[in-house]
C-alpha cells in the first residue's frame, strides 16, 4: 500500500471515532459507563514501547553527559516529594536531579504506588549519574532517566510497578531485572520541537481590510493576508483561517528571529517550515514553482532569500518580493499559535511561511491536512475549540512517527520526536 493510502486510511477512521471519543469527556456521553481498565503488568525483560530506548518513539537520542558545571546542568531540578525515598547511595543528592519531564512523570507515579498499595512508597535507586556508574551513552547522565522499586522492596510487585509508569506516561519502560524497573523520558528540547511550530502571541498577521492583527487575538474565520500557493510561490491573496493547530497563550517558548534586508522580523519555533531561495534575491523577484526550498526555521541562515509582503508606494495592495536574511536570533517570547488556512500559508510579521511543522516536507503536510479542511468545508468547523494542541495534528503526528523514517522529522525530533 502506498504511503498516502494508508495515512488517507488511518485519518479518516479517526475522523469518524473521533465523536465518541470527545464522548467520554465530562457528562453522561452515549452508552453505558466503562467498566476500569484492568492492567496487565509487564513481563520479565518486556519494554514498553516495543521500540529501542533511544528511538523516534521512545525516549529518543542521548544528547550529551551533563555535569554540575556544565551549562545544561540548569536543565536539571531537585526532585523533594516526601512520597518518593532516594536511595542516594553516593550522598550528595544527585539521584533527585532529573528533568521537569522526569519530574512530573516520577511523581504522577509516586501517586499510583500509594493509591494501588496504601504505606507503600515509590523508592528511586537510580537517577542522575555524575560518576560514569552506566553504560555509554546512557539517559542516566542528563537526568532523563531512574530505576526504581517500592519502598518495601517486594520483587512481586516490580512487574505491576513497571506497568503504572506506563500509565504515569513514562516515554519507555523496562521491567530490566528482578531488582528494579528502569525509566526514561523525552529531552525537554524533544518536547518542544513535537509540539509543533508556532508563533508568538506578538506576531502580527495582514487582515483583508488592510489593518493588522496580533496573533493572541486572531480568531477562526477571519481573512489574512496568504501566499495562493501551497509552496510559497503564487500572489499574495486573502483565506480564512479555519482553526489552530496549536494554541497556548500562557506558555513560554523559544523563537528563532529571523531579520532580512527589507526590515521584515520574523519570529518562529525551530520546527516551523519556511520557504527559501538559494539564489540571487537583489533583484526582489519570486522564483517560479519548484524552485523554493523548504526548511525548518532553525536552518536559515544568512544569505538565503525569504519571500516577503511589501506595500510599495503607489501601490494598494501587498508584493510578493524576495529579501534576504541578514541575521538570526534566538530569544524567548511569550505564547504559541498555528493558525492554519486553506492554502497552507501564511502572512506573519510581513514574511510567507508554511502553516505547518515537524515534518519537512510542505506538499506532504498540505495533503495530510486535507481531510481536516475537507471537514470544515462540509460542517464548518474542525470539531476542536479553546486552547492546546488540535487532536488531528496529534493523530498526524502519532501516524507520522509510524510511517516515516527519522530523517524527515525536525533535528531535535529525530529518534525522539521533538511542539
Known amino acids: 500500500m502506498r504511503l498516502p493510502s494508508l495515512v488517507t486510511c488511518l485519518v479518516w477512521c479517526a475522523l469518524i471515532l473521533s465523536p465518541v471519543g470527545e464522548s ?30 533511544k528511538t523516534l518513539g521512545a525516549s529518543g537520542r542521548y544528547e550529551g553527559k551533563i555535569t554540575r558545571n556544565s ?79 517500592t519502598s518495601d522492596r ?36 524533544s518536547v518542544a520541537a513535537k509540539s509543533g511550530g508556532c508563533f508568538p ?27 495562493s500557493g501551497s509552496d510559497g510561490s503564487g500572489d499574495l491573496a486573502y483565506s480564512e483561517v479555519l482553526t489552530f493547530l496549536d494554541r497556548d497563550p500562557l506558555t513560554w517558548k523559544q523563537f528563532y528571529m529571523i531579520r532580512t ?21 537583489t533583484e526582489g523577484t519570486v522564483p517560479p514553482p519548484g524552485v523554493l526550498r523548504t526548511i525548518f526555521a532553525s536552518e536559515a541562515q544568512p544569505g538565503q532569500c525569504l519571500i516577503t509582503a511589501e506595500t510599495q508606494e503607489g501601490e494598494r495592495h501587498s508584493a510578493a518580493r524576495l ?18 488556512t486553506r492554502q497552507g500559508t501564511v502572512v ?26 475537507f471537514l470544515h468545508r462540509w460542517t464548518g468547523t474542525t470539531g476542536h475549540h479553546g486552547d ?11 501516524l507520522g512517527t509510524l510511517v516515516l523514517d527519522s530523517e524527515h522529522f525536525h533535528p531535535w525530533g529525530m529518534d525522539e520526536s521533538g511542539k
Open 348 to 373: 506573519v510579521d510581513g514574511a510567507v511561511v508554511s502553516c505547518y511543522a515537524v515534518v519537512d516536507h510542505q506538499t506532504l503536510a498540505h495533503w495530510a491536512f486535507h481531510p481536516l479542511r
Open 201 to 227: 502571541g506578538g506576531a502580527m498577521v495582514t487582515l483583508e481590510d488592510g489593518g493588522q492583527r496580533a496573533m493572541r487575538d486572531l480568531q477562526p474565520s477571519e481573512r489574512v493576508l496568504v501566499s
Open 24 to 53: 467520554c469527556g465530562p457528562g453522561r456521553g452515549y452508552g453505558k459507563r466503562r467498566s476500569p481498565r484492568k492492567l496487565a503488568p509487564l513481563s520479565l525483560k518486556q519494554f514498553s514501547p516495543n521500540v529501542a530506548e
Open 154 to 189: 517486594d520483587r512481586n510487585k516490580y512487574a505491576m510497578l513497571a506497568r503504572l509508569a506506563v500509565e504515569a506516561g513514562f516515554d519507555w519502560v523496562y521491567y530490566e531485572s528482578k531488582a528494579h524497573v528502569h525509566c526514561s523520558v523525552k529531552s525537554e528540547h
Open 388 to 398: 492546546g494542541l488540535h487532536w488531528y495534528s496529534q493523530i498526524l503526528y502519532w
Open 261 to 281: 534586508e527589507g526590515g521584515v522580523g520574523l519570529s518562529l519555533t525551530a520546527a516551523h517550515l519556511l520557504f527559501v531561495s538559494e539564489g540571487n534575491c
Open 323 to 340: 529579501s534576504r536574511i541578514t541575521q538570526v536570533l534566538v530569544m524567548e517570547d511569550r505564547g504559541a499559535y498555528a493558525p492554519l
Open 71 to 149: 551549562e545544561r546542568f540548569k536543565e536539571l531540578a531537585p526532585n523533594y516529594n516526601p512520597d518518593i525515598i532516594f536511595k542516594d547511595e553516593e550522598k550528595t543528592g544527585a539521584d533527585r536531579m532529573m528533568t521537569q519531564r522526569c519530574k512530573d512523570k516520577l511523581n504522577s507515579l509516586a501517586i499510583s504506588v500509594m493509591n494501588l498499595w496504601p504505606g507503600v512508597r515509590l523508592r528511586v535507586t537510580e537517577g542522575w549519574d555524575e560518576d560514569g556508574h552506566h553504560s555509554e551513552e546512557s539517559l542516566h547522565y542528563e537526568g532523563r532517566a531512574v530505576d526504581i522499586t
